[in-house]
Nanobody, 124 residues
Framework: VQLQASGGGLVEHGDSLRLSCEAS????????MAWYRQTPGNERELVAG???????NYADSVMGRFTISRDRAETTLFLQMNGLRPEDTAVYYC???????????????????WGQGTLVTVSS
């Protein structure tokens, strides 16, 4: 699976931004998808995730401001970010985990994939 993230940029405090992540390859094997972010000197942290069933979870710091979603084909992941704050400044990474889709699936296996990252900068 290949992941291509886009949508980052420079915005002001309170602005909105929408990140996209397009998956290609063995997308039929995709189970969960998520957005992580990382700032210099810190570990990558989970921002939001969405399960194959469409259940979303969020970091406390973005709850109520960010919304994660997938398109109907489940090959594109989005992150709508509203009310951006300077502390949201980071490189945002798209992540997906593939998994067998049924018992003894010969095509799909468990593996983690990462996109290249897109920089979001929020000025105060």
């Amino acid at each position: 699976v290949q992941l291509q993230a886009s949508g980052g940029g420079l915005v002001e405090h309170g602005d909105s931004l929408r990140l996209s992540c397009e998956a290609s390859g063995y997308t039929n094997c995709i189970a969960t998808m998520a957005w992580y972010r990382q700032t210099p000197g810190n570990e990558r942290e989970l921002v939001a995730g969405i399960s194959q069933a469409g259940v979303a979870n969020y970091a406390d710091s973005v709850m109520g401001r960010f919304t994660i979603s997938r398109d109907r084909a489940e090959t594109t992941l989005f992150l709508q970010m509203n009310g951006l704050r300077p502390e949201d400044t980071a490189v945002y990474y798209c992540h997906t985990k593939t998994a067998p889709q049924y018992y003894d699936d010969p095509e799909c296996y468990e593996y983690n994939y990462w996109g290249q990252g897109t920089l979001v900068t929020v000025s105060s």
